[in-house]
């Protein structure tokens, strides 16, 4: 039988298949390959009977992220706020660029814009050739435009805890009922309330996974393959690449670099290209062996 995972909790795979849900474990094999199922994956299950299954087969995929554990992604909704808890824009262009490296599109969703219109961080983003959301998950602004963009997509919500993604779901289908955290005013960040990786269908024919919150945008996609090819990650970049003086120009410091005139003449966004420099010195040093 073959179906999609659709959450992941303590071992136990839920996945979707034949209009029910069959609590599967996984097979031995995958552990010692080194390979976990993910939700969103397609899988191949043998049915075991009374609801319950094992998954015998990971079907090929499109992509897929350790942080947030998750395969077949149309796109990345990065929830960030301008408000308590207020995002470093680097965290979010730190996922723009693995998100690109792993053909993902991405949707930057400014949540809180109740508390704070976000105006310079939307016109940051704007700048930088994204078309960014500004909603609330407690006035509902924003909301309709945010359905539309996520409609016939399997999205993957993530964003540092207290941000709001459970929230914005729960407004988007009051059906779901996720858990909502508070924020901690004292420490500037949320509490986590999401434990676990799940799959939604919500009304308007969008699929969302929810995923933990995160005090930090950590990633473990800090590879060899984001060093290589770091710069494409960066569309804004794309038409001054080969216009550089010197080949193997690294664009952050070379006499002759094109994305540095661009930068100085107001054509890519400066702070874009501040988080560049930051992601290469973080990768410059990775070898082989520590792929």
Not at 13 to 36: E, N, Q, T, W
Not at 130 to 152: H, K
Request: proline share 4%; aromatic share 8%.
């Amino acid at each position: 039988m073959r179906g999609r995972i659709h959450k992941a909790l303590s071992g136990f795979y839920y996945v979707h298949c034949d209009d029910r849900m069959i609590r599967c474990k996984a097979r031995g094999k995958f552990r010692r390959d080194g390979l976990s199922p993910l939700v969103g994956d397609f899988v191949e299950i043998i049915d075991l009977g009374n609801g319950e299954g094992r998954v015998e087969e990971i079907l090929p995929r499109r992509n897929f992220f350790d942080r947030p554990s998750v395969a077949n992604i149309d796109q990345l909704v990065i929830i960030c706020s301008h408000a308590i808890p207020k995002t470093d824009p680097y965290l979010v262009d730190r996922m723009t660029a693995v998100a690109a490296l792993k053909n993902c599109d991405v949707l930057i969703c400014i949540n809180k814009c109740d508390l704070d219109p976000a105006q310079e961080l939307s016109a940051y983003y704007t700048a930088a050739g994204f078309s960014p959301l500004c909603v609330s998950a407690e006035t509902g602004e924003g909301l309709d435009a945010l359905r539309a963009a996520i409609a016939g997509k399997l999205s993957a919500f993530t964003g540092n805890s207290g941000v709001g993604k459970s929230s914005i779901l729960n407004a988007l289908d009051p059906g779901i009922q996720i858990q909502v955290g508070e924020v901690s005013m004292a420490l500037g960040r949320g509490r986590h309330t999401t434990r676990h990786v799940e799959l939604y269908r919500i009304a308007g024919g969008a699929e969302v996974i929810d995923t933990p919150g995160f005090s930090s945008f950590e990633t473990d996609e800090m590879n060899l393959e984001l060093k290589h090819r770091l710069p494409e990650t960066f569309p804004e970049f794309a038409p001054y690449l080969d216009d550089c003086r010197f080949a193997g120009c690294s664009h952050t410091r070379e006499k002759g670099c094109a994305v540095l005139e661009a930068v100085r003449s107001g054509k890519i966004v400066r702070g874009r290209h501040e988080s560049y420099v930051r992601l290469y010195q973080e990768l410059k040093d990775l070898r082989e062996w520590q792929n």
